[in-house]
């Protein structure tokens, strides 16, 4: 017989897709956070010692053109799937394309670098967004697991992340960064061999399109993915020959005003040409701020990998003994402390909540990016330390990293909270896409910070102090800011409770 989804408990409670989901979504974070975690590292170190060689402010732009791009092709990862494969095959193919992307970049050959990050951010961005969908799909409309199941989700990215920053890390420091992407390809394997042994247990979810389309849509679809591809082939075939030269640098610039553009655009467009109501309007201006927010904490929070990444690397001591610490270990305390303060932060908001002294989504945004900076400020003294000739001891970036959680933890989940809840109904999934676009935005914006002012001929101190400036003045104005767009945040409030009154006849 089979078990209906809705009466499904065999993980834990809740349906047994959610294994499948949360496996896949673990080992493919592993792949992900594994090579993310020796990028900036790999491209720094010269050719002698197995890496590229390549300047830090290039290394910085790379980093921030990649991982803006691995957020931004989630956007046509969940068209596709909607209009052309289903989110089932989304993710299988997402999945080989990632795998195939850490196999290139295993082989010992420059040549073929950028051809797998190139394959990387392709994969990723049908895995991420489909994977993340289908995981509400496995709930009906009221049911109560729905919140937990994410929960339980979010941890499998956390498990993943760590798994991958001390494997390929402890790789990449003893033996051979090659290796190490070996090994994220290796974690990919795993994720879709048990995705696919266990994909019956999702029952269909997702198996289809959901957006119907006629024959030539179709056929007019798959001929621009291929156009698309096309041209990516021949830029990339151009580039590797050396025919067309891309100063990657301000090509990072570039597209960190495009992508920003777009977002303006688009969310102009919603505002003037929506047909909103005032209330709409108010909510979405609320909304605004907080996409403002998001962009600029992850400018700085996205520092992680670059310039974090290199301070372990060239300015902390890291040996204990006759043991040297993995620089990469220490991309795994973000994920470690989230573990452990998560249950924390969901019964403070809770207990506040009772108590009626729930802040605002403004409210929490701000003391988020205000924290992060916070962590920036530590950062600025032990550059200051290590300007001296010193390495310092890993505490500073211990305490950073503790930090920076913190504030993700006060805004990351509440922005998306507030996105749902801001978003006029109709344009909910326009505008879950326009916020992904901030990540887009800010991990671009951190690659460009990190290249301007902590690049060859900078003091790394002057980075950290220009995100405390650049951050703290946000926070401050959108504290300030967040009395009165609180007032609009609670139209939602009226809005849902004015659905549940008799309709009078």
Same mark, same amino acid.
């Given at each position: 017989?089979?078990?209906k989804?809705s009466?499904?408990?065999?993980?834990?409670?809740?349906?047994? !897709?959610?294994?499948?989901?949360?496996?896949?979504?673990?080992?493919?974070?592993?792949?992900?956070?594994?090579?993310?975690?020796?990028?900036?590292?790999?491209?720094? /170190?010269?050719?002698?010692?197995?890496?590229?060689?390549?300047?830090?402010?290039?290394?910085?732009?790379?980093?921030?053109?990649?991982?803006?791009?691995?957020?931004?092709? *989630?956007?046509?990862?969940?068209?596709?799937?909607?209009?052309?494969?289903?989110?089932?095959?989304?993710?299988?193919?997402?999945?080989?394309?990632?795998?195939?992307?850490?196999?290139?970049?295993?082989?010992?050959?420059?040549?073929?670098?950028?051809?797998?990050?190139?394959?990387?951010?392709?994969?990723?961005?049908?895995?991420?967004?489909? /994977?993340?969908?289908?995981?509400?799909?496995?709930?009906?409309?009221?049911? %109560?697991?729905?919140?937990?199941?994410?929960?339980? &989700?979010?941890?499998?990215?956390?498990?993943?992340?760590?798994? !991958?920053?001390? *494997?390929? *890390?402890?790789?990449?420091?003893?033996?051979? &960064?090659h290796?190490?992407?070996?090994?994220? %390809?290796?974690?990919?394997?795993i994720?879709?061999?048990?995705?696919?042994?266990?994909?019956?247990?999702?029952?269909?979810?997702?198996s289809?399109?959901?957006?119907?389309?006629?024959?030539?849509?179709?056929?007019?679809?798959?001929?621009?993915?291929?156009?698309?591809?096309? %041209?990516?082939?021949?830029?990339?075939?151009?580039?590797?020959?050396?025919?067309?030269?891309?100063?990657?640098?301000?090509?990072?610039? &570039?597209?960190?005003?495009?992508?920003?553009?777009?977002?303006?655009?688009?969310?102009? +467009?919603?505002?003037?040409?929506?047909?909103?109501?005032?209330?709409?309007?108010?909510?979405?201006?609320?909304?605004?701020?907080?996409?403002?927010?998001?962009?600029?904490?992850?400018?700085?929070?996205?520092?992680?990998?670059?310039?974090?990444?290199?301070?372990?690397?060239?300015?902390?001591?890291?040996?204990?003994?006759?043991?040297?610490?993995?620089?990469?270990?220490?991309?795994?305390?973000?994920? /470690?402390?989230?573990?452990?303060l998560?249950?924390f932060?969901?019964?403070?908001?809770?207990?506040l909540?009772?108590?009626?002294?729930?802040?605002?989504?403004?409210?929490?945004?701000?003391?988020?990016?205000?924290?992060?900076?916070?962590?920036f400020?530590?950062?600025?003294?032990?550059?200051?330390?290590?300007? +001296?000739?010193?390495?310092? %001891?890993?505490?500073?970036?211990?305490?950073? &990293?503790?930090?920076?959680?913190?504030?993700?933890?006060?805004? +990351?989940?509440?922005?998306?909270?507030?996105?749902?809840?801001?978003?006029?109904?109709?344009?909910?999934?326009?505008m879950?896409?326009?916020?992904?676009?901030?990540?887009?935005?800010?991990?671009?914006?951190?690659?460009?910070?990190?290249?301007?002012?902590?690049?060859?001929?900078?003091?790394?101190?002057?980075?950290?102090?220009?995100?405390?400036?650049?951050?703290?003045?946000?926070?401050i104005?959108?504290?300030?800011l967040?009395?009165?767009?609180?007032?609009?945040?609670?139209?939602?409030?009226?809005?849902?409770?004015?659905?549940?009154?008799?309709?009078?006849?």
């Open positions: 017989m089979t078990t989804i009466n499904d408990t065999s993980f834990f409670g809740h349906p047994g !897709g959610l294994q499948t989901l949360f496996f896949t979504e673990m080992w493919e974070r592993m792949s992900y956070y594994g090579m993310r975690a020796l990028l900036v590292i790999f491209m720094m /170190i010269s050719i002698e010692e197995q890496g590229l060689g390549f300047s830090k402010d290039n290394a910085y732009a790379i980093y921030g053109l990649y991982t803006g791009a691995v957020y931004f092709m *989630g956007l046509s990862g969940g068209w596709i799937a909607d209009r052309l494969l289903g989110g089932q095959r989304a993710v299988w193919y997402g999945g080989i394309i990632i795998m195939l992307g850490h196999i290139v970049l295993a082989i010992p050959s420059n040549n073929t670098f950028f051809i797998g990050l190139i394959l990387v951010v392709l994969g990723t961005g049908l895995l991420k967004p489909n /994977i993340s969908a289908m995981v509400g799909q496995l709930y009906g409309e009221k049911d %109560a697991r729905r919140d937990s199941g994410y929960t339980i &989700y979010y941890m499998g990215i956390n498990l993943g992340s760590i798994i !991958g920053n001390i *494997g390929c *890390g402890y790789l990449a420091a003893n033996y051979d &960064y290796l190490a992407f070996g090994l994220a %390809a290796i974690g990919m394997a994720g879709l061999i048990q995705y696919k042994i266990t994909q019956p247990k999702l029952h269909g979810i997702s289809a399109p959901t957006v119907e389309m006629s024959k030539a849509g179709v056929q007019r679809s798959w001929l621009a993915v291929i156009a698309f591809l096309i %041209a990516l082939v021949i830029v990339t075939a151009l580039t590797s020959l050396g025919i067309l030269v891309i100063d990657v640098v301000a090509v990072a610039t &570039y597209v960190a005003y495009i992508f920003t553009a777009i977002f303006c655009l688009y969310y102009a +467009s919603i505002y003037f040409m929506g047909n909103l109501t005032g209330d709409e309007k108010k909510r979405l201006i609320a909304l605004l701020l907080i996409c403002i927010v998001s962009a600029c904490f992850w400018a700085g929070f996205e520092q992680a990998g670059s310039s974090l990444n290199v301070f372990a690397f060239e300015n902390t001591q890291r040996m204990i003994g006759d043991f040297e610490i993995p620089t990469a270990w220490f991309q795994s305390l973000n994920s /470690i402390f989230i573990i452990t998560s249950p932060f969901a019964v403070l908001w809770i207990k909540g009772q108590r009626m002294m729930d802040p605002s989504y403004g409210l929490k945004c701000a003391l988020g990016i205000l924290i992060m900076a916070s962590g400020i530590v950062m600025f003294f032990a550059a200051q330390l290590a300007a +001296s000739g010193l390495k310092v %001891a890993p505490y500073w970036l211990v305490a950073t &990293y503790f930090l920076h959680t913190v504030g993700e933890l006060c805004l +990351s989940p509440v922005a998306l909270s507030a996105v749902s809840k801001l978003s006029p109904k109709r344009f909910a999934g326009q879950m896409g326009l916020f992904v676009l901030t990540y887009s935005i800010g991990n671009v914006i951190a690659g460009v910070l990190a290249g301007a002012f902590g690049g060859e001929e900078s003091e790394v101190s002057e980075l950290f102090l220009n995100i405390v400036v650049f951050a703290g003045g946000v926070g104005v959108v504290l300030v967040s009395r009165l767009t609180k007032k609009w945040e609670e139209l939602a409030d009226k809005e849902h409770k004015d659905e549940d009154l008799p309709v009078s006849r």
